[in-house]
T-cell receptor
Framework: GAVVSQHPSRVICKSGTSVKIECRSL??????MFWYRQFPKQSLMLMAT?????????EQGVEKDKFLINHASLTLSTLTVTSAHPEDSSFYIC????????????FGEGSRLTVL | AQSVAQPEDQVNVAEGNPLTVKCTYS??????LFWYVQYPNRGLQFLLK??????LVKGSYGFEAEFNKSQTSFHLKKPSALVSDSALYFC?????????????FGDGTTLTVKP
C-alpha cells in the first residue's frame, strides 16, 4: 500500500508559540491531502483539504488563520498551528489518496500535540 | 447527508472465536464503504473496501466484510480472532461521486481480544 509519513509524532510546546507538522507521501504523488483532528475516544474530524499549488479548503468552524496549511509540492503538505493554546492539544492526522484509486485513504502516523 | 453508525463502542471476544464489528450507513446513491483500523497513538490503516461487485470483500489480516444493500450494513468479520487484532476500528462511507476527503467516519469500535 501507499506510504504516508507524518512528522513529528509528538511535540510539546508553550502557549503562544507555533508548531509545524509535516505530511509526506513517500511513494506516490498526492495532489490532495487531508488534515484531521482526533479527540480521545472520538472519531476523526476533517479540518481541511490541502490542495497542491492552491489554497486549502477549510471545514466550517475551523479557523484558517490559526491552522495554516501549505501544500507546496506533490508530496508534502504542512499544518502550522499558530499561537497555540492548551485547547489546541490533540492528535492530528493527515491522509492522502492515490490518483486513480477508488478512494481509500492512506494515513500518516499522527502527531500528538501538547500545548503547555 | 451521509452518516455511519457503529452501534457498539466495545466488542470483546476470546482468542480463536469469530468476531463481528457492526456498521450501518446512510448515503444518497451508491456507497463506497471502507474499514480502517487504528492502533494506540497511530494513524489509521486501510483494511478493506466495497466499491462494486461481489458483496463479500476480503481484506488485510484475514478480515472480511459483507455489503448488504437492503440492510444498509457493512459488518466487519473475522473467523478466528487474534489478540493482536485488539484495536480501534472505524467504518467509513462516501457517495461514489464525492471527494475522498468527504468520507464520513463512524465513532469507532474498540475491539478487545482476550487470550
Amino acid at each position: 500500500g501507499a506510504v504516508v509519513s507524518q512528522h513529528p509524532s509528538r511535540v510539546i510546546c508553550k502557549s503562544g508559540t507555533s508548531v509545524k507538522i509535516e505530511c509526506r507521501s513517500l511513494d506516490f504523488q498526492a495532489t490532495t491531502m487531508f488534515w484531521y483532528r482526533q479527540f480521545p475516544k472520538q472519531s476523526l474530524m476533517l479540518m481541511a483539504t490541502s490542495n497542491e499549488g492552491s489554497k486549502a479548503t477549510y471545514e466550517q468552524g475551523v479557523e484558517k488563520d490559526k491552522f495554516l496549511i501549505n501544500h507546496a509540492s506533490l508530496t508534502l503538505s504542512t499544518l502550522t498551528v499558530t499561537s497555540a493554546h492548551p485547547e489546541d492539544s490533540s492528535f492530528y492526522i493527515c491522509s492522502a489518496t492515490r490518483t486513480g484509486s477508488t478512494g481509500e485513504l492512506f494515513f500518516g502516523e499522527g502527531s500528538r500535540l501538547t500545548v503547555l | 447527508a451521509q452518516s455511519v453508525a457503529q452501534p457498539e463502542d466495545q466488542v470483546n471476544v476470546a482468542e480463536g472465536n469469530p468476531l463481528t464489528v457492526k456498521c450501518t450507513y446512510s448515503v444518497s446513491g451508491n456507497p463506497y464503504l471502507f474499514w480502517y483500523v487504528q492502533y494506540p497513538n497511530r494513524g489509521l490503516q486501510f483494511l478493506l473496501k466495497y466499491i462494486t461487485g461481489d458483496n463479500l470483500v476480503k481484506g488485510s489480516y484475514g478480515f472480511e466484510a459483507e455489503f448488504n444493500k437492503s440492510q444498509t450494513s457493512f459488518h466487519l468479520k473475522k473467523p478466528s480472532a487474534l489478540v493482536s487484532d485488539s484495536a480501534l476500528y472505524f467504518c467509513a462511507v462516501r457517495a461514489y461521486n464525492t471527494n475522498a476527503g468527504k468520507s464520513t467516519f463512524g465513532d469507532g469500535t474498540t475491539l478487545t481480544v482476550k487470550p
